[in-house]
């Protein structure tokens, strides 16, 4: 974020879904439109919502029922799909196992990534390979989730064909060698409420997520729709709230598309605090590149900061591994 934003834009990105496909989609005046606001959301906030992106409200609102459903199975329940170093840290982590600059966060979740076979990434992919744990309970678990990644990657993929154009390039920019074989991460989430994290014996924390990045390009958040929890930090450190919008997704720059964009864009810090009375779940699917592309700094986007590179090239795999093996520890 390079300025005080008091509030996160919306954006309607129908016209640019519907001209995705067309080679001359960054002549049509109604893709500039949806174009210069995505330029000007990421400059400024590196968050904004989306609206008209066509996955069906149903299905949004599914996953967060199912989501709920399973967090409310007792915990000998949920500890059948327990994630490990020996699942590729795929699976169920409880309250308190996700740590955020060393402090437990008050969440528990499923994390889920796309498919990494044995070897397929050499000593680079060795810390992640597995495939998903999915819990028999609720029924249908599985299967709704796998048609809502499958989308929101589509959704994804053509959101990031606008941002190309917002950062000067060509819509394929984030194509092939960048991102054409997309890594993706799903995060299944559920926040206790208030009185329960209040409870004598739980550790004196109300962070339900501490302040972090994400790692890779693009985030899509669906979240509860009466709950704001979620906060966003501007340039002064005032935390700002990106209260739930029916019908959209909260959607953020990670830590790839900063280098990449050679920090035009920032990965802007947020946090999760649910001091509601409800129980909050949210999903969060992380849409990234290549699991072994390093990334640097687009020349397109050296050029605009003056001819310099202001970030060094990164592994996208190993910055996640880096990530996962901290978060736990
Ligand atoms: N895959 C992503 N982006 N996960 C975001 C999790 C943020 C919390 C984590 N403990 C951390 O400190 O990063
Ligand atoms: O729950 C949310 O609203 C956001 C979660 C988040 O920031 C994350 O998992 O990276
Ligand atoms: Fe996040």
Redesign the pocket.
């Known amino acids: 974020m390079a300025t005080d934003f008091k509030f996160i834009p919306i954006i309607d990105i129908g016209p640019l879904l519907a001209k995705c496909g067309d080679p001359k989609m960054a002549e049509d005046p109604a893709v500039s439109e949806a174009v210069k606001q995505l330029d000007q959301a990421c400059r400024e906030a590196g968050f904004f919502y989306v609206k008209g992106h066509g996955i069906p409200d149903s299905l949004i609102k599914e996953v967060r029922n199912l989501t709920r459903k399973f967090f409310e199975l007792p915990y000998e329940e949920k500890i059948k799909i327990k994630m490990t170093p020996a699942t590729g840290y795929r699976g169920y982590q409880r309250i308190g196992e996700n740590i955020t600059k060393g402090i437990p966060d008050i969440h528990e979740a499923i994390d889920c990534y796309k498919e990494v076979k044995p070897g397929m990434y050499g000593a680079l992919g060795k810390t992640m390979e597995g495939s998903n744990i999915w819990p028999l309970d609720p029924p249908k678990f599985k299967v709704l989730m796998e048609e809502y990644i499958s989308l929101c990657t589509d959704l994804s993929r053509n959101i990031m064909r606008g941002i190309a154009l917002a950062l000067g390039g060509s819509p394929d920019e984030f194509e092939g060698e960048r991102a054409g074989d997309a890594f993706w991460v799903m ?1 299944i ?1 559920g ?1 206790p409420a208030i009185s329960s994290a209040n409870k004598p014996e739980m550790p004196k924390n109300d962070i ?2 501490g302040a ?1 990045t ?1 790692y890779g390009l693009l ?1 899509l ?1 669906n ?1 509860d729709d009466d709950i704001t ?2 906060q966003v930090r501007n340039l002064s450190g005032e935390w700002i709230s ?1 209260p739930p919008i029916p019908g959209t997704f ?1 959607c953020n720059i990670g830590d790839m598309l900063k280098i990449y964009s050679n920090g035009l864009y920032e990965s802007t810090l ?3 605090i649910n001091k509601s009375a409800r129980y ?1 779940v ?1 999903v ?1 699917y ?1 849409y990234e590149t290549n699991f072994d592309t390093a990334v640097e700094p687009l020349e397109i986007c050296k050029k605009r900061k003056g001819g310099a590179k202001k970030f060094e090239r990164a592994v996208y795999g190993e910055h996640l591994v880096n990530k996962v093996l901290t978060n736990f520890g």
């Open positions: 995060r989430i926040y339900g997520c972090h994400d985030t958040v979240q929890a979620l990106a909260v947020h946090r999760v909050r949210s969060a992380f």
